[in-house]
């Protein structure tokens, strides 16, 4: 369940995401609008290595579920791999 907040949220930070200039850093910019700037490109720079392991939380946490939407998508049963 928390993976797929931990999603929502990847995706809502993405889209509300202010202005395109990410490296926009100036000399004399207050401390607080610094770390906010820094804040943006830390969590950018992150975003994918998170919904890879939000995404894989959430797959093994729901694993019937997940393979009756890939049986349902795909042509077929999803094969299981020998222990």
Known sequence: MFGFLL???IVSGLFLYPSKK???????????????RLHIVIGL???????????TGCY????????TVFESVSSGKALQPAP
């Open 45 to 55: 720079f992150t975003a994918l290595f998170l919904f890879l392991i939000a995404f």
């Open 7 to 9: 999603i929502f949220l």
């Open 60 to 67: 093994f946490g729901f694993k019937k579920e997940f393979h």
């Open 22 to 36: 990410i490296f926009n850093f100036r000399q004399g910019e207050k401390p607080g609008v610094r770390c906010y």
